[in-house]
C-alpha cells in the first residue's frame, strides 16, 4: 500500500487533508485512462491495416492471378505510345510479366521478392534490375509487377480529408502514411489517400529513398464482374505536367502458373516459351 503520509513536498501541502480513498481512486483512475489509451493505439493499428488489405483487394482481388495492363503515355493529353503486359502473379510477392508489344516482343521480367531480372530474348544470361526500371514514360517495373500494398508497407493513419477530384466531386477520405518493410519495395513511402467509406485508393503520393517526390499516382473506380475494382492507375510526373502515364488493367482473372515459370534459369533457356 502507498503511504500517503510520508515524504510529501510541502508545495502538495494542501492535499494531504485529502481523504486516501480519494487520492487512490484517482491513481486508479490515471491507470486505467493509459490502459485504455493502449487499447485505442492497437485497435487502430488493426484498423489501418484492414483498410489497406481492403484496399489492396480492389487491385487485385486475387492471391494467383493474370492481369492484362495496357501502360499508354500522353503528352498534352495526346497519345503518344503504348505498350501491353501480362503480369502472372502469385502469393509472397512473386510475378512474371511478359512484355506483348511488338517492340518488346520476346523480353520477360521476373520478380521473386526482393530480387528482379530482366531477361533479354539475346541475352544469355537473366539482367539484375530494380523496381524503379522505367517502362514506359512514369512506368515502371514495381508499378507494373507489384499491385498490392499489404505485403511490403506498414501504414499509420494521418488524419481526415477531402479530395477534390477533376470531376467537382469531393470525397471524405483517411490519410494514411505507408512505410516500406522490404529492401524490395517500389518507393521508400508512400502518402495514401483511401476512401472514408469504403477505403477505395483515390491517390498516392509515392516517395524515392533519397525522400524526393517521384510521382503522384490517381486511381479509377469501375466494375468487373460485378464488383467495384481500380481499373485503371494514372501517373504524374512534377517536374513534367503535359505527361502523364495511364496503367489500364483490362482483365484480371484467378490463374496460376507452374512453378518452372517463376525460376529465371528456365526462362533462360527456354525463350521462346509463350505465355
Known amino acids: 500500500m502507498f503511504n500517503l503520509n510520508r515524504n510529501v513536498p510541502s508545495s502538495w501541502a494542501r492535499f494531504s487533508s485529502f481523504p486516501k480513498a480519494v487520492l487512490l481512486l484517482a491513481l486508479s483512475s490515471v491507470s486505467v485512462m493509459a490502459q485504455e489509451t493502449n487499447t485505442v493505439q492497437g485497435e487502430s493499428k488493426m484498423d489501418v491495416e484492414a483498410m489497406i488489405k481492403a484496399a489492396d483487394g480492389y487491385r487485385m482481388g486475387e492471391s494467383s492471378a493474370k492481369a492484362v495492363s495496357l501502360v499508354s503515355l500522353y503528352e498534352n493529353q ?88 477533376d470531376s467537382g466531386e469531393t470525397i471524405k477520405t483517411n490519410r494514411l502514411s505507408l512505410t516500406a518493410t522490404t529492401t524490395g519495395a517500389s518507393y521508400q513511402k508512400i502518402d495514401l489517400w483511401l476512401d472514408e467509406g469504403n477505403h477505395f485508393p483515390i491517390k498516392a503520393d509515392l516517395y524515392l529513398r533519397s525522400g524526393k517526390l517521384a510521382k503522384q499516382a490517381w486511381f479509377e473506380s469501375g466494375q468487373r464482374d460485378g464488383h467495384l475494382r481500380v481499373i485503371s492507375m494514372t501517373l504524374l510526373d512534377r517536374i513534367q505536367p503535359a ?31 509463350d505465355l
Open 78 to 165: 495526346v497519345l503518344d505510345q503504348t505498350r501491353e503486359y501480362h503480369v502472372y502473379s502469385r502469393p509472397n510477392r512473386e510475378s512474371l510479366v511478359v512484355f506483348k508489344s511488338q517492340v518488346e516482343a520476346g523480353q520477360k521480367m521476373l520478380m521473386l521478392g526482393d530480387n528482379y531480372w530482366l531477361l533479354m530474348p539475346k541475352s544469355r544470361r537473366p539482367i539484375r534490375i530494380t523496381p524503379m526500371q522505367k517502362l514506359l514514360g512514369e512506368a515502371s517495373v514495381g508499378d507494373i509487377s507489384t499491385l498490392t500494398w499489404s505485403e511490403d508497407y506498414q501504414g499509420q493513419w494521418v488524419s481526415n480529408e477531402s479530395i477534390s477530384q
Open 243 to 273: 505527361k502523364k502515364t495511364v496503367i489500364e488493367y483490362k482483365t484480371i482473372e484467378a490463374m496460376e502458373l507452374d512453378e518452372k515459370y517463376y525460376n529465371p534459369a528456365y526462362l533462360t533457356r527456354n525463350k521462346s516459351v
